[in-house]
């Protein structure tokens, strides 16, 4: 589960793989393949100071932006607060939800950009946060506050993206807050041509989303809440769509 990455343009995903449980398990399985073994000097080095391509400035820009969008949706002061940071990647959400006074566990399911973002945490925010790596899923890491999904379910299907929500709303008592890839032109220009040429390469295939077909999509796998979209974020290479559920 994970940070948007520079964008790759999506390739053809068999639907009757993506529509259980076992659909879910092999895009994990793809994106923890991608994150911890193909792209993790790359995410490295975008999420740090390091000089980038011009391309990958606008990625950086625009991560940059939606995390700020993504902060104002929660209390300024979380002093008291259990927050999941859900793909916490290299750790700059993590660092600010504990700058906050959030008790934070960060989770993500590459090992090796978990131990990047445990490196890089300021000490005096130590005692705050808890690092593990897995699946943001998983029940056994228990009830939250508030819930920070960025851009680590922008791989999956409005069904496995209503099953995430309606998993995470029973052990979230005030806010989820995510991104999905918007179904805008250029998304899905990108993903039909992507249809057209089969890959067999690793890295993960973004599904763009409307809003509307979310919404129904996770109410029929019981999400009560009222999924709101919040704002979108266009920056060059960086699109993404923030959106709340408010439990």
């Not at 994990?28 to 990958?56: C, H, N, Q």
């Not at 939250?144 to 029973?170: C, N, P, R, W």
């Given at each position: 589960?994970?940070d948007?990455?520079?964008?790759?343009?999506?390739?053809?995903v068999?639907?009757?793989?993506?529509?259980?449980r076992?659909?879910?398990?092999a895009?994990?399985?793809?994106?923890e393949t991608?994150?911890?073994?193909?792209a993790t000097k790359?995410?490295?080095?975008?999420?740090?100071?390091?000089p980038v391509?011009?391309?990958?400035?606008t990625?950086?820009?625009?991560r940059?932006?939606m995390r700020?969008?993504?902060?104002?949706?929660?209390p300024a002061?979380l002093?008291g607060h259990?927050?999941?940071?859900?793909g916490?990647g290299?750790?700059?959400?993590?660092?600010?939800?504990a700058?906050r006074?959030?008790e934070v566990?960060a989770?993500?399911?590459?090992?090796?950009?978990?131990d990047?973002?445990?490196?890089r945490?300021p000490?005096?925010y130590r005692?705050?946060?808890?690092?593990?790596?897995?699946?943001?899923?998983?029940?056994?890491?228990?009830?939250?506050?508030?819930?920070?999904?960025?851009?680590?379910?922008?791989?999956?299907?409005?069904?496995?993206?209503g099953?995430?929500l309606?998993g995470?709303e029973?052990?979230?008592?005030?806010?989820?807050v995510?991104?999905?890839?918007p179904?805008?032109r250029l998304?899905?220009?990108?993903?039909y041509?992507?249809k057209?040429f089969p890959?067999?390469?690793?890295?993960?295939?973004?599904?763009?989303h409307?809003?509307?077909?979310?919404?129904?999509?996770?109410r029929a796998?019981?999400v009560?809440?009222m999924?709101?979209?919040?704002?979108?974020i266009?920056s060059?290479?960086?699109?993404?769509?923030?959106?709340e559920v408010?439990?």
């Amino acid at each position: 589960m994970r940070d948007v990455a520079p964008f790759t343009p999506p390739a053809a995903v068999p639907e009757a793989a993506l529509q259980t449980r076992s659909g879910y398990d092999a895009t994990l399985g793809r994106v923890e393949t991608y994150f911890d073994k193909t792209a993790t000097k790359t995410w490295e080095r975008l999420t740090s100071d390091a000089p980038v391509s011009r391309i990958r400035e606008t990625v950086r820009a625009g991560r940059d932006r939606m995390r700020a969008l993504m902060l104002s949706r929660l209390p300024a002061d979380l002093t008291g607060h259990r927050v999941l940071d859900a793909g916490c990647g290299a750790g700059q959400m993590t660092a600010e939800l504990a700058a906050r006074g959030a008790e934070v566990l960060a989770i993500d399911i590459s090992p090796q950009l978990v131990d990047i973002a445990e490196l890089r945490l300021p000490e005096e925010y130590r005692k705050q946060v808890t690092f593990t790596s897995g699946d943001m899923l998983d029940t056994a890491l228990g009830r939250f506050d508030h819930v920070i999904a960025m851009d680590s379910l922008i791989y999956y299907t409005a069904q496995d993206i209503g099953t995430a929500l309606a998993g995470l709303e029973k052990r979230t008592d005030r806010t989820i807050v995510f991104t999905v890839a918007p179904r805008t032109r250029l998304l899905m220009a990108m993903w039909y041509a992507g249809k057209l040429f089969p890959r067999s390469d690793r890295s993960p295939v973004m599904i763009p989303h409307a809003h509307q077909p979310l919404a129904r999509a996770a109410r029929a796998e019981g999400v009560s809440g009222m999924i709101r979209p919040v704002e979108r974020i266009s920056s060059g290479f960086y699109i993404s769509q923030a959106m709340e559920v408010r439990t």
